[in-house]
């Protein structure tokens, strides 16, 4: 009886000392936590939201969302939307003078003129009829286009900013496009980090730990030296009267009015971003060939295998793991880059997260950008996922 006790009592105690366990690294963590949701998790979150939900026109003009919800979208408006709109649009310039404004600049957004049609609205004294004193300000309260528009505009929940970045218009179209040279520019790159930092990374694996130590201490150079110093001395070097262009010229491989073009083109943003994204490419592939035991490739070669087929059969496919792991690193990297292509790429080098600074920097347009990197976003995620079911944490593991 006191044996069993005694269990009890024992069990009592460990389970007791596990909670204080687990309370004591839940506080060790709270600090890292604590700074990943404010830093990274609520502004992903707040991006996201943003490019779905946007409440000023629902929530300043309740009966003009719910009276836009039931019309057809055909003429003639019914009167009780017309004073429905008139209304709460003067309402909302008694609440806050900027209101107006703003609502107007969203309605803009879907039909170009819709700003000097709506302004006029909150500034001038209208009757019943409403819609006839709309129509008095302008003729195109008599037609659909603006309705429509303050329609689409009025949800607080929509795709609607997903839907500027489908190819409706010419206009419309850079999107796309930036998007499809995003991703060029950023499988090119991953390809040279990859054709270049695979020997590095054998050198560093292989060689000696003095010379593989000094080539460490090179591949991370870069990363004590700000990426806006790198960038620039890549002006430097590659514009037709920098460095690159001048030593050409003076050993005589090229006539001084022949110099290349090297800047503000598609190349320079090659060389640039490749040179800053490689040693994300080395790291990977040297933590995973320095686990390459020898005797792999030692037991082919006496098996009979060339030094080529022993490589490419047994070595090269246990490299995979990093190989993979770089590649998706330097390709996320490359997708989200920014400075680098806006100072060397010029026109030709914009990518899409040139565009997303454009939006929220001149247009204001934050809906518009975060719909564009809310699809960025998911396109990361997506990479993840592939790699995570073709490679796996699980097989980065070595007997």
Not at 379 to 385: D, E, I, P, R, T
Request: proline share 6%; glycine share 6%; hydrophobic share 50%.
């Amino acid at each position: 009886m006191s044996l069993a006790i005694d269990q009890n009592a024992l069990t009592a105690r460990l389970a007791k000392a596990e909670r204080r366990g687990k309370i004591r690294a839940f506080l060790l963590v709270a600090p890292l936590l604590a700074f990943v949701l404010l830093s990274f998790v609520i502004p992903i979150a707040n991006l996201v939201t943003q490019a779905f939900y946007g409440d000023l026109v629902s929530s300043n003009m309740p009966k003009t969302t719910a009276e836009l919800a039931t019309w057809n979208g055909t003429m003639p408006v019914p009167e009780s939307l017309c004073e429905s709109f008139v209304t709460e649009f003067k309402a909302a310039k008694v609440k806050d003078a900027a209101l107006p404004t703003r609502i107007a600049t969203l309605v803009n957004r879907e039909f170009s003129g819709s700003l000097s049609k709506l302004r006029p609205v909150a500034n001038n004294e209208l009757s019943a009829p409403y819609c006839g004193a709309l129509a008095k300000l302008n003729d195109e309260w008599t037609k659909p286009e603006i309705w429509n528009a303050i329609k689409i505009v009025s949800p607080s929940v929509s795709p609607r900013f997903f839907g500027s970045i489908r190819p409706e218009t010419e206009e419309n179209k850079i999107h796309l496009a930036l998007f499809g040279r995003t991703l060029y520019v950023a499988a090119a790159v991953t390809l040279f980090c990859a054709l270049l930092g695979f020997p590095i990374g054998f050198l560093l694996a292989h060689l000696p730990a003095r010379t593989s130590n000094l080539l460490m201490i090179i591949v991370l150079l870069p990363f004590w030296t700000s990426l806006l110093v790198r960038t620039t001395a890549w002006i430097a070097l590659l514009q037709q009267n920098g460095v690159i262009n001048d030593t050409l010229v003076a050993l005589g491989l090229i006539a001084d009015d022949q110099r290349p073009v090297m800047m503000y083109n598609m190349f320079a943003t090659f060389v640039a971003m490749t040179h800053v994204l490689l040693p994300f490419m080395i790291l990977p592939l040297y933590s995973v060939m320095t686990g390459i035991k020898p005797n792999f490739v030692r037991a082919a070669r006496s098996l009979g295998a060339t030094p080529f087929t022993a490589f490419w059969r047994v070595y090269f496919p246990l490299t995979i793991p990093g190989l993979g792991a770089g590649c998706l690193l330097v390709f996320i990297l490359a997708i989200g880059y920014y400075i680098t292509p806006a100072l060397v790429g010029g026109q030709s080098g914009q990518l899409i997260s040139n565009i997303i600074a454009f939006h929220m920097q001149k247009t204001l347009n934050w809906p518009l950008a975060s719909a564009i990197g809310t699809l960025l976003l998911a396109g990361v995620l997506l990479l993840y996922w592939l790699y995570n079911r073709l490679v796996g944490i699980e097989k980065m593991k070595f007997a």
